[in-house]
């Protein structure tokens, strides 16, 4: 298994259209890297400053708290030390990709999608370095180049994929610190001394990997643990995002899975319209969005900011529209869902028949790339 793809385990469909769900709504586009940059105005006059400050400032009181996203320049609207966007949210995307050519791929959808992506997400397991593999390597060259200008969303999964059973890490094994010297620690002093700040993910999806990989208890130590070497090693540039299915039928055991705010900067959750893919009906953007955002409120946190860490739709083949009017909810339904600071679109295939995920045809990109034009999508890297 190559190191781009992600080994990511078969996932049970979503609720049933309509239950525990709310009317649909639109979700917010963000801004690339260095959007400041390329909104830099050369203005020469003072006059022509205080004029247009005014206008600013008169759009702002004219649109209201969730248009604040259209001042992503403004300095309260620079990301937190937690990498939270105040004004708005990020966009950002996983992008498939062979090992070499993460940047040269990144660059292909960022011009069909009309934007640069503010985050990229990758993919890695636990394996050793052997040969020319990389796919347990955090950090290769490539995502190294990407970040140069995008934040970098690791995802780290327990897991030596095409390993031999007896390869596989156990979360025991690794809550024990029996990976801390092969694994653990290496990758700790590539993220520390990268020096730029990442998100980082440890084995997303949790509450599919058990009981193989472990109980929840075990996850919970095997979390903290990483979480504690890295900051023993002197680790302060990880921004520590825990990512669950967001499936409500998960609840129970989502909720013993989460290792508690004092280890976690995020929150994600993976929600989409799988249509035939599971077998359900088709959702709109909200219906996905909506049950799980408020469960994830009131049951795992009411204050960390939330990343919809891979969200997207199956195409409808028997109305080719229906993908592009889905995608053209997102930005109002984004607005709405509190706290949630990015949105990270899934372009790629799923385990399982109909379960092809990437945009279907040019209207797809074409409605794709209107919604994440909006300034709430907007906001400055810096």
């Known amino acids: ?19 525990h769900r709310r009317p649909p709504r639109e979700e917010p586009r963000a801004s690339g890297p260095f959007a400041s940059s390329r909104r830099r105005l050369l203005i020469t006059s003072a006059t022509v400053v205080s004029a247009v ?6 759009l702002r009181d004219a649109s209201g708290p969730q248009d604040q996203g259209a001042a992503g320049a403004r300095a309260d609207c620079r990301p937190t030390e937690l990498l939270e966007p105040p004004c ?3 966009f950002g995307a996983f992008v498939p990709h062979e090992r070499d050519d993460l940047p040269e791929k990144v660059r292909a959808y960022e011009k069909r999608v009309g934007r640069p992506l503010d985050i990229v997400y990758t993919y890695h397991d636990m394996s ?6 990389r796919e347990g390597q955090l950090l290769t060259p490539e995502e190294q180049r990407v970040g140069e200008d995008h934040l970098l969303l690791l995802s780290w999964e327990s897991k030596w994929w095409g390993g031999t059973k007896r390869q596989q890490p156990t979360w025991k094994q690794i809550a024990d610190g029996e990976l801390d010297e092969t694994v653990v620690d290496v990758q700790a002093r590539r993220i520390k001394d990268y020096g730029r700040k990442v998100f980082l993910s440890f084995d997303l999806e949790m509450d599919t990997r058990t009981p193989a990989n472990g109980t929840p208890a075990e996850y919970v130590k095997a979390y903290r643990h990483i979480h504690d070497r890295f900051r023993e090693l002197g680790v302060d540039n990880v921004v520590w995002t825990w990512i669950t299915t967001g499936y409500l039928d998960h609840a129970g055991v989502i909720r013993k899975m989460y290792p508690g705010d004092e280890y976690v900067d995020w ?17 709109t953007f909200a219906q996905t969005q909506d049950a799980t955002h408020e469960w994830i409120r009131k049951n795992i946190s009411d204050d960390k900011p939330l990343m919809l860490s891979e969200f997207g739709t199956a195409a409808d083949s028997a109305r080719p529209q229906r993908q592009a009017e889905w995608y053209a909810q997102v930005p109002g339904v984004l607005k709405g869902l509190k706290g949630v600071k990015a949105a990270l679109q899934w372009n790629y ?8 995920l990437a945009l279907a045809n040019d209207a797809a990109w074409d409605s794709l790339r209107e919604a994440v034009a909006d300034p709430y999508l907007n906001q400055p890297l810096k």
């Not at 990511?8 to 239950?19: L, M, V, Y």
């Not at 400050?53 to 008169?58: D, F, R």
């Not at 050793?128 to 593999?133: A, D, H, I, S, V």
């Not at 035939?276 to 959702?283: A, D, N, P």
């Open 53 to 58: 400050l005014v206008a600013v400032l008169a």
């Open 267 to 283: 929150v994600g959750y993976n929600q989409y319209n799988y249509y035939r893919c599971h077998k359900t009906g088709w959702l």
């Open 128 to 133: 050793l370095p052997e040969g020319t593999r």
């Open 349 to 356: 295939r799923d385990p399982g028949p109909h379960c092809n």
């Open 1 to 19: 298994m190559r190191f781009n793809r992600p080994h990511r385990p078969f996932r049970r469909g979503p609720h049933p259209a309509g239950q």
């Open 88 to 90: 708005g949210a990020w």
